[in-house]
């Protein structure tokens, strides 16, 4: 029903954004290091041609043997297929999957020369090397793509030329064996440091991955600029390197560039030379040290502003034409480095922190250490074209990405199977890093929406997995790039937040201050968090509690019946959509109590049921009133009567956040065929008076799942009545009055009720609405940013050519990227078969979509009940094209099959789904692909237990 596994907001590392500003959702698809790799046909001819080469090789080895060959073939690398044993026997090969241990690297040297004129660059690396634990008599390193011309191996006082035929290429593991029988005596001499020196050349490619090309146009003229993303396994694509997350060192740049071309890195400038061939050389300062994949360097002409945070300069670089839109990004990116530098009472380490809007990115954003990367819709804001859900969106994202100079780049990650301590705490810390700032948007109650919700949809499937993953290998690392390492990740910190401060003031904060501090410019794993926060709080059940919920997939459901007048019984049991009755998966649960006599501590402390007393005289029961429980509760018997008949009164004040969780919890029961749909109905029927952002976008939220659900069911005309006279008095409240004095959470929730509305027939709605874009196509009146977005699906729902063809044209002659992205994803609304083939088809044509927003499109359409099928055969159709758009970036193909099936309903359409995956062959994102057909059968299994029921409770109301 719901794209579960992917993450809401754009911070997955990985991914085509989907931008819905409706529900406050902007979707990203993760792209795993290990999935297919698309490439243009020179490309493909010169991987078979190697390949080729290599199988000749390899059966002269075989028969005249491998000295022989050595020694009459000196120029020649060589390429082995990775089934070798790995031992120190010829070729040397080391065919696991992480490199070597006992060898680190400390600096690195890295002179950088783009020519973007020919689209291609050259390095030259210098690296110095840790080599006193070494066991092998051969270095092994990470490379993908990249020819080296020239190596050599020193030590302090000799030298040695390594001939490419001691080059020995493993393409499968992306790795790289420099072999030397000098290095093997030197090591036995002593010698516990050597310099590898490097010459390496590619092309440069418009593939959104390593080191790649993006464009923009600039007073009528294209522009160029040559920039990187590394996270997590692509710095191996612009040096050779040992990219592997602990194998921190420093780091020199060197940018050397043509024409008026400048460059940015991690560090600021140290000097700027002009080169006897008229070339400028920029030069860096020296980093601190940090891992390969928070490396940046950026080739460009932009414009930035600047202000100061303290003693850090902090800068916003975007294209000279729309540098009018960064100066809310620079006050957000200010203030954030204050508050944290407060917060975690550890001060931001660098000189300066720039932030940069690339035309053409794969992700929202990237916190490379001192330059940030960001999609433009992520940090660029115009006041008069963006709307609040762009506001919110581009500061949160601002926020959590300059968190992670702190969680991630001070402390990483000592393997990518602990991620969620970079993005789990990044996702929390934004809430942090933005609240203060503008108090009124009430984050951490929507942190219910953006996080909490979506984590427990994703985490209720069986396919989940566990926020910390034991033995992750290479080619799984971009599949922990999803809403368990992000929201649940968050989530649980936030529970832990919450349990510390209820027995010890201020224990949370010293716990990250201990932790960020013991383990600065190192790294640490989820083990070392745990006892950091444990000593700080001296509280030992901070390790059970901790352990159950990282270590364990899925969550807990806590069932509370009243079992006699004086006794309740609280259970615990996994909380599935579809059920495993054989699991006895206990957690340890922090679990309070609020009734009219005070707060409860009933913590289930890894027992499956315990017993309390209760009185009615008590009044009111509620668990998890807070909102800080990652876990769901279901009231049994007089109880849940007892909140029906509270919230139908004003006598008893129940806060939105109950509110919130107890619609959020009472839908997901439903949908896990634990409870009938009468309960969710008569919830829903008594918050027609509220006004609440965050409670009405959880019910918007479970009524657009009914609805994919019912979409082809008798029922769907009676589902349809009863959702438009549900949002009756909220349409009225919110109306279409825009002014000056509308809160920033009016300005959210009146475009989702309006869409909501329209789509179930509101015909004041409707008209209201295509008068507003008439007025904005034929007299270019302007219809205010907040709106656009409803209004523009709302035409294109009832619409036709006219509205689609102006969309279209918008989105090109626009300058703000989110107004672009708005335009597009509107056409996905359309109703007229015709007009979605148009959508789909401009989805894969570089003149009008950026490959970036390819899916955003293509979702856009599978969204719609109408374009669904559309959607899923031009999938299917243009399957090859459409990868190939990517520009040869590795792509998670997993997400994509999710974007466009997750919503199906019906046993045929989940056999065609597994039938595409087998004949693909497709194993990139096995994890999403897994998720999307358990969602599927779930949608198929929940109709058949539901229709009836929810049929015949429309007919009775």
Known sequence: VVMEQMNVRDRSRRGALLEEEDDMQDIEFDLPSGSKRWIDPAKKKKIIVGGTIAGIILLIIVIIGVSSYMNTHPDHPVVVDPVNNGTDEPPYLWNQPRLPTGVSPVSYLLRVEPDLNKFTFNVYERIQINVGSMKRRSLVLHTSGLTITHAQISSASNQQVIPQSSIIYNPDLEQVTFESDTLEKWITSGITTVTLELNVTANLTESLSGFYLSSYTENGVKEWLATTDFEPTSARQAFVCFDEPALKATFEIVVVTQGDYQALSNMPLNSTTTLADGRKEFQFLPSVKMSTYLVCFIVHKFASISTMANNVTVSIWTTPSTINQAEFALNVSATAVLTYNNYYQIPYVLPKLDLIAIPDYPNGAMENWGLITFRQTALLYDEVESSAVNKQRVALVIAHEIAHQWFGNLVTMEWWSDLWLNEGFASFMEYVGVQDQFPDWELWNQFLLEDLSGAKRLDALSTSHPIQVSNLLPSEIGQQFDSISYSKGACVIRMLEAFLGRSAANAFKNGLHDYLTKNSFGNADTTNFID?????????????????????????????????????????????????????????????????????????????????????????????????????????????????????????????????????????????????????????????????????????????????????????????????????????????????????????????????????????VIEESMTLFRNFRQNSTNIPADLRQAVYVIAMENGGDDEFEFLLNRSLTTNVASEKLRCLTSLGAARQPHLLRRALDASIDPKYVRSQDTMSVISSVARNVIGRDLAWDFFRERFTDIMKNQGGATVNVGQYISSVASGFTTSQKLEEVQDFVKSKELSSGSRSIEQTIESIQRNVKWLQANADAVDAWLRSH
């Open 532 to 764: 950091a926060m444990a000593t700080a709080s001296n509280f030992p059940d901070v390790i059970p509690l901790m352990n159950s919920f990282t270590r364990q997939k899925n969550y807990p459901l806590i069932t509370i019946d009243a079992i006699s007048d004086s006794q309740i019984k609280i259970s615990q049991s996994r909380f599935l959509y579809v059920p495993d009755n054989g699991n006895e998966t206990l957690w340890w649960v922090p679990i309070f109590l609020q009734m009219n006599n005070g707060t409860h501590d009933r913590s289930l402390k890894q027992v499956a049921e315990q017993t309390s007393s209760y009185s009615e005289a008590n009044g009111l029961l509620l668990a998890n009133v807070d909102a800080s429980g990652f876990y769901r509760t279901k009231y049994q018997g007089n109880l849940w009567e007892n909140i029906l008949t509270s919230l139908a009164s004003t006598s008893t004040p129940i806060s939105v956040e109950t509110k919130t969780v107890l619609t959020d919890d009472t839908f997901n029961i439903l949908l896990a065929n634990m409870d009938g749909p009468e309960k969710y109905f008569q919830l829903i029927s008594l918050f027609t008076k509220e006004t609440d952002y965050v409670l009405w976008q959880t019910i918007l939220n479970s009524l657009n799942s009914l609805d994919v659900l019912l979409a082809l069911q008798p029922s769907y005309g009676r589902f349809s009545k009863f959702a438009l006279s549900l949002t009756t008095e909220i349409v009225d409240y919110v109306g279409f009055d825009v002014n000056d004095a509308d809160t920033h959470l009016l300005k959210l929730l009146r475009p989702s009720v309006l869409r909501t509305a329209a789509k179930y027939g509101d015909s004041h």
